[in-house]
């Protein structure tokens, strides 16, 4: 008899091939498909040769090829083509088999198909993956959550082609239940998002106040790159900085500045206002993406709407300095506000999220991975009920020796004209979740009058709504009370 293979995948395109040669490395056997067959034939011929894969031109061979509980991976575009590979494999699989998403599908996708194959006796795993074409072969950070009774049956294989950190502990681990994988990628990408857009401000205030080349440039991110902020974004930008064009010249400066993205920002943005989480600094970050794509609107502005010309006498030294502790401060601001969204995602869909686990998922092997998210691991394995990672003591204290500088950073930007909306906004939010009396009493007063929403007291008991009638005109009827 033939023998079978570990696991099979569907998807032979960048991602799919790599995590196929990086499962083979680690010792499993991989049967592959793909819509387009001839792609399995040229890969089996190709880049799997002489490897353990055994290429299928049809999921009824595919599936027939695999050990039980059989095990079946869509690395597909998101969307349609995974309920379309869903629904045919369906009827050639037995109670117990297992078919995992690995696409960046949007979470509630994974919601409902978890649901629909636990259904059918089926199990299913939505698994985020992170790093890219280099991280799959090599590494990738795994993100997986669904049916947990089907853990234990890739456990292995994915641990074993995960990333690993210094003492050898996989960036994989079980998420939690139905879509939880699915979302905490995307908050990884969120924060990919915001740790993008706070070293592109550090950059713009570097070039435009202290009128630094990107050969200077090069040089501080080289240093950041050494100490606390070390991370895989800063050390390619540091690299991106260093890069010269085939004249000689910085290659950044030829890069047209409009900035692409493909959603996963958005869908956490979106996410953290139906959840109601302040989720400030990702949200500016995928707003200065979208004002940064308005080009030609921008330079036709530029002609119209002036500001002040910046310019800087300071010490440029400190400013420099100011402005790592600006960032460091900003970035724990942006990691708190997420793991505040991944709290209310637990809350409101029943998952158990282990939230040292994350942060170790993200240690390694994909692109927000830094020095870092140990310390967030170290703070929830303190305390896994932490509310806000501003209230660990390593984050008070690192913010608190931030305060200063972050402020001189955000004032001085601002004076000269320079948007930092995530510097600034991360600052806002600090001074916000610190502020014991928000200006929030006179906005309830602007609800009741307009709209007779009503308000509590601050001399009577939480719960108990009262309404005035502001005018003399209006009746004493209030508004239902209810909270969006
Ligand atoms: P793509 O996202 O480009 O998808 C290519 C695969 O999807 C091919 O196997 C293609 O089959 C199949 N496919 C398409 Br396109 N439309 C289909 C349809 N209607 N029905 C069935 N199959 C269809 O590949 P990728 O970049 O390797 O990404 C795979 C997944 O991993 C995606 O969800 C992606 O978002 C995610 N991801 C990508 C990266 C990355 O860096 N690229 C990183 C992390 C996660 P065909 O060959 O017949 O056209």
């Given amino acids: 008899m033939e023998k079978k293979a570990d696991i099979g995948l569907i998807g032979l395109a960048v991602m799919g091939e790599n995590l196929v040669l990086n499962m083979e490395s680690k010792g499993f056997s991989v049967a592959v498909f793909n819509r387009s067959t001839n792609k399995v034939d040229s890969f089996v011929n190709g880049r799997g040769k002489g490897k353990n894969i055994i290429g299928t031109r049809s999921l009824e061979e595919l599936v027939g090829s695999l050990k039980s509980p059989r095990k079946v991976m869509l690395m597909v575009k998101a969307g349609k ?18 078919i995992i998403d690995g696409g960046n599908t949007h979470f509630p996708d994974t919601n409902r198909r978890t649901a629909y194959l636990e259904s059918k006796g089926l199990l299913y795993i939505g698994t985020g993956v992170s790093g890219g074409e280099e991280g ?11 049916s947990k009774t089907a853990w234990p049956f890739v456990k292995d294989i994915f641990q074993s082609i995960a990333a690993k950190v210094d003492d050898g502990t996989p960036c994989c681990d079980w998420v939690g239940e139905n879509g939880a994988g699915h979302f905490v990628k995307m908050v990884h990408n969120g924060i990919e998002y915001g740790d993008m857009q706070l070293i592109c ?20 991110f080289k240093e950041w790159n050494k100490g606390e902020l070390d ?17 000689g010249k910085p290659m950044v400066d030829k890069i047209l500045d409009t900035a692409g993205q493909k959603g996963t920002g958005k869908w956490t943005g979106v996410t953290a206002l139906d959840l109601g989480v302040p989720l400030t600094l990702i949200g500016e970050s995928v707003f200065s993406r979208c004002l940064s794509a308005q080009k030609d609107e921008r330079v036709v502005a530029s002609k119209i709407l002036t500001g002040p010309k910046p310019s800087f006498t300071g010490d440029k030294k400190q400013m420099i300095e100011d402005l790592r502790k600006a960032l460091l401060a900003s970035k724990i601001v942006s990691y708190a506000q997420g793991y505040v969204l991944m709290r209310a995602a637990a809350e409101e869909f029943g998952w158990h999220l282990n939230n040292g686990g994350i942060a170790l998922m993200w240690r390694g092997g ?86 007779a929403h009503t ?18 005109r209006g009746g004493t009827t209030a508004s239902t009370t209810y909270n969006v």
């Avoid at 083509?81 to 297992?98: A, Q, T």
């Avoid at 070039?207 to 440039?217: H, R, T």
């Avoid at 601050?458 to 309404?467: A, L, N, T």
Wanted: hydrophobic residues 40%; negative net charge; charged residues 25%.
């Fill in 81 to 98: 083509p995974v309920d379309d590979f869903i629904e045919l494999l369906i009827p050639h699989l037995d109670k117990g088999d297992i």
């Fill in 136 to 146: 799959a072969l090599l590494g990738p950070s795994i993100m997986p959550g669904g």
């Fill in 201 to 220: 401000e550090a950059y713009q205030v570097m070039n435009d106040l202290l009128e630094m080349s990107a050969d200077e440039m090069h040089e501080v």
């Fill in 231 to 247: 991370s895989y974004l800063i050390e390619i930008t540091r690299d991106i900085l260093g890069f010269k064009d085939d004249d």
């Fill in 366 to 451: 994909c692109i927000i991975r830094s020095v870092f998210l140990g310390k967030i691991k170290e703070a929830f394995d303190k305390n896994p009920e932490l509310n806000n990672l501003l209230l660990d003591d390593y984050f008070k204290a690192k913010i608190m020796d931030a305060d200063a500088s972050w402020r001189r950073v955000v004032a001085a930007a601002t004076v000269n004209g320079i948007p930092v909306p995530a510097l600034s906004s991360a600052l806002s939010y600090f001074d916000g979740y610190r502020c014991k009396r928000l200006p929030a009493n006179l906005l309830q007063a602007q609800r009741d009058y307009f709209g």
């Fill in 455 to 472: 308000y509590e007291r601050i001399d009577k008991p939480r719960g108990e709504f009262f309404h005035t009638n502001w005018t003399g």
